[in-house]
C-alpha cells in the first residue's frame, strides 16, 4: 500500500469488480495505516464478494457505492461470510401465533400488530366485525356470535340444552303475542273476557256459566232438583220448574195445561195404564165418536153368574141390599166400595168395601168384615144415610192434611129428611190384610155441598180427577136432571151447570140420575140412570168439554143394558153403573133390584174388533 500522503490511482483492472478514484482534493485520499484502510474519494465495488476485494477493515469517509445488492434491504453475511441483502425482514422477525402479526414494510421497517380477529382462546372474540345492537353469545372457544334482537317485541328465551332464541312477544312496551304457558301459577289480575280469560278470579261452585260480551262471566246458582234452564231470546235465561218451566217449554198453559193437537195412545203412570183409575191430564179437545160402545159388537154381556155380591157377602146381620157400587183399579187390585141397607129403618146403611185380583174373579171382603164408612151420631148429616160412594185414588196427593191419596164423596142425610147433601172422606192406602184395619176419616166439615135451591145434590155421585180438577156429576132433585160442580181439593165445591137433560117420550124421560164418570182415549164417558116411570136402564153420553155443562151427546144405542127376564135378580131395574177399561174389555158393575131387594151384578163389552 502507499504510504501516508502518497497519491495512487488504481483503475479497475480486468477482471476486478471495483474501483478506488482517488479525490484530487487532497483532503480526499486515502492511506494504509496498521492494515487500516482509510479512503478519501470515490470507492465503486461492482461486487463486494469478489475474492480479489477483502478488507479486513474499511473506514469510509466519503460515498460507498456496492453494487449486486437489494435497495433499501439490510445485509448480512451468509453461511459463506458473503455479504447479501435480506429478502424479506419476517424471515428474520417472526411473530406469535394467532396473536403478534409482523409485516414488511419493503423499506427496511416492519410493522408489528395484533393477529385480526383475535381468537377466544387468546382473549379475543374470534370475529373481525359485530352487528350493530346484536346480542353476543358464547361458542366455547369458536368465534363469539351475535343474536339479532332488534325487532320490536323480540326477547331472548332459552331451551336449557340448544342456543337461545328470538321469541316475539309483540312489542317493546307490551306483551301482544303469547304462546302456551305449560307450567307456572299466574299470580296477576284477572285475564279479561277479551283476552281470552273469565275476567273473574272465583266461580259458583256447580253453577252454569252464563256470557257477558266482554264483561266477566257470570255465574248461576246451584240449580235445584228439577229445575230446568230456560231463555226468553233476549236477556239471560232463568232456572225455572214446575208449571213455570212447563209453560216456558210449551208443553201445555199454566196450572192446568192445554194441549193441542195431541195425540196419546197410552199413558202409563207408575207402569200402569191411567185409563184403569182415569188419572190423566185435562184435555179440552171433542173427539167425535164414530164407534159407540155397542154398535158393531155383541154387546154388553151380562155375567152368567150375576150377582156376583149379595146379602150373603155382608157380614152384619143388621145390614142388607147390597148397592151402588164403585169399583176402581190401583194397578194391582181392583177395589169394589157398596153401600147396604139397614133392615130394621130401611135406611140407607152403611158402606164397605170389596177387593178382587181380577174383575171376572171372586170379590172378598175387606176391613175384618166392617164397614170403611159408618152412619154417624144422632143429630149429625149423616146419621141416617151413608151411600153411593164414589171413589178416586189421587196420585198427586201429599199425604197431609185432608189430601190423601184415596179420597170419597158419597150421599149423607139425617133422619126425617130425604134432603140429602155431598160429604167427603179420605185414607191412606188399604192394608195387606184383610182382617186389617183399613181407616177413612170423614172431613171434619161436612157436608162439603149443602142441600139448596142451587146444588140440591141427590141420588149417584160420579166423581173423578182430571188433571188438578176433581168433577162431580149427580141428580138435580128437582129437577131429576143430572148436574156437575169442580173442586180443586174436594172441600169447596162451584157449580157448573146441566150435564144431562131428560129425554123427551123415552126411557130417560123421567129421571136421569146414578152416574159414573170414566176417561179414556180422550173420551169423557158418562155413564148414567135413566127412568120412564117404571124402569131403571143403564145409558151413556160423551162429554163435549171438561165444564160439562155444554152439549153432550148420548149413545145412540142407549140404553146400553137393561133389566133382565121375569122372574131374575133384576127383572125390575138395572141402574148405578160403574166402568173399569182393561185393554179392550170393558167391564161394567151395576145394581140390579127384584121386589126391592138389591144386589151387584157384572157386565162386559168386548172391543177387539174396534181398539181404541
Excluded at 127383572?571 to 126391592?596: A, C, L, Q
Aim: charged share 20%; proline share 4%; hydrophobic share 35%.
Amino acid at each position: 500500500m502507499a504510504n501516508l500522503g502518497e497519491r495512487r490511482v488504481y483503475p479497475l483492472r480486468p477482471g476486478l469488480k471495483y474501483r478506488f478514484t482517488p479525490s484530487r482534493d487532497p483532503n480526499h485520499w486515502w492511506d494504509d495505516v496498521n492494515d487500516v484502510k482509510t479512503i478519501h474519494g470515490l470507492l465503486e465495488v461492482d461486487d463486494i464478494n469478489t475474492p480479489k476485494f477483502k478488507v479486513k477493515d474499511v473506514n469510509v469517509t466519503g460515498d460507498l457505492t456496492l453494487s449486486g445488492l437489494t435497495a433499501d434491504r439490510l445485509l448480512y453475511l451468509d453461511t459463506d461470510s458473503n455479504v447479501a441483502s435480506v429478502s424479506a425482514l419476517t424471515d428474520w422477525i417472526a411473530g406469535r401465533a394467532s396473536e403478534i402479526e409482523i409485516g414488511d414494510d419493503l423499506d427496511g421497517t416492519i410493522t408489528i400488530g395484533i393477529i385480526n380477529p383475535l381468537i377466544v382462546g387468546k382473549g379475543g372474540t374470534g370475529a373481525a366485525t359485530l352487528a350493530d345492537g346484536f346480542v353476543l353469545l358464547g361458542n366455547a372457544t369458536g368465534a363469539i356470535q351475535a343474536l339479532d334482537v332488534t325487532t320490536d317485541g323480540g326477547i331472548i328465551i332459552g331451551d336449557g340444552t340448544t342456543d337461545p332464541v328470538v321469541l316475539d312477544v309483540g312489542s317493546s312496551t307490551a306483551i301482544t303475542i303469547l304462546g302456551t304457558i305449560a307450567t307456572g301459577t299466574w299470580q296477576a289480575t284477572d285475564i279479561g273476557v277479551q283476552y281470552g280469560g273469565t275476567g273473574v278470579s272465583s266461580l259458583t261452585d256447580g253453577g252454569v256459566l252464563l256470557g257477558s260480551g266482554t264483561s266477566a262471566i257470570t255465574a248461576m246458582t246451584v240449580l235445584a232438583d228439577s229445575e230446568f234452564i230456560v231463555g226468553d231470546g233476549t236477556t239471560d235465561p232463568v232456572a225455572e220448574s214446575g208449571n213455570t218451566a212447563r209453560t216456558s217449554l210449551g208443553v201445555g198453559t199454566g196450572d192446568s195445561p192445554t194441549f193441542t193437537g195431541l195425540t196419546v195412545d197410552e199413558i202409563i203412570i207408575d207402569g200402569e195404564d191411567t185409563r184403569k183409575h182415569s188419572l190423566v191430564d185435562e184435555p179440552t179437545w171433542y173427539r167425535t165418536v164414530t164407534v159407540p160402545l155397542s154398535v158393531g159388537t155383541t154387546g154388553w154381556v151380562k155375567d152368567g153368574g150375576n150377582p156376583v155380591i149379595d146379602d150373603d157377602d155382608i157380614p152384619d146381620a143388621a145390614m142388607e141390599d147390597v148397592h151402588h157400587p164403585c169399583v176402581v183399579f190401583d194397578g194391582t187390585y181392583f177395589w169394589m166400595f157398596v153401600a147396604t141397607r139397614d133392615k130394621e129403618s130401611s135406611a140407607e146403611g152403611d158402606i164397605y168395601v170389596f177387593r178382587a185380583t181380577d174383575p171376572d174373579g171372586a170379590w172378598s171382603i175387606w176391613n175384618n168384615n166392617t164397614a170403611i164408612i159408618a152412619r154417624g151420631a144422632g143429630g149429625t148429616y149423616d146419621e141416617d144415610e151413608c151411600y153411593n160412594p164414589s171413589v178416586v185414588i189421587d196420585y198427586d196427593a201429599t199425604g197431609t192434611g185432608t189430601d190423601f191419596k184415596w179420597k170419597m164423596m158419597y150421599s149423607a142425610s139425617e133422619v126425617g129428611t130425604e134432603n140429602r147433601t155431598a160429604a167427603y172422606a179420605y185414607a191412606d192406602d188399604p192394608p195387606s190384610s184383610s182382617t186389617s184395619a183399613w181407616t177413612w176419616t170423614k172431613y171434619a166439615g161436612n157436608p162439603v155441598i149443602a142441600f139448596d135451591a142451587t146444588q140440591e145434590p141427590d141420588l149417584g155421585f160420579g166423581f173423578i180427577k182430571l188433571g188438578k180438577r176433581f168433577v162431580l156429576v149427580n141428580r138435580h132433585r128437582t129437577n131429576k136432571n143430572v148436574v156437575s160442580s169442580y173442586s180443586v181439593d174436594c172441600i169447596t165445591w162451584t157449580k157448573l151447570g146441566l150435564v144431562i137433560p131428560l129425554g123427551v117420550d123415552s126411557w130417560d124421560s123421567d129421571t136421569c140420575s146414578y152416574t159414573n164418570l170414566y176417561f179414556d182415549s180422550g173420551i169423557l164417558y158418562l155413564f148414567y140412570s135413566g127412568y120412564d116411570g117404571t124402569y131403571y136402564k143403564i145409558g151413556m153420553a160423551y162429554g163435549a168439554n171438561l165444564n160439562l155443562n155444554s152439549s153432550v151427546i148420548k149413545d145412540i144405542t142407549n140404553p146400553i143394558l137393561s133389566v133382565g127376564a121375569a122372574t131374575t135378580w133384576e127383572e125390575d131395574y138395572v141402574f148405578s153403573p160403574s166402568v173399569v177399561r182393561i185393554k179392550n174389555k170393558w167391564h161394567m158393575w151395576y145394581t140390579g133390584v127384584k121386589d126391592t131387594v138389591r144386589a151387584v151384578g157384572h157386565a162386559t163389552l168386548d172391543m177387539s174388533n174396534f181398539p181404541l
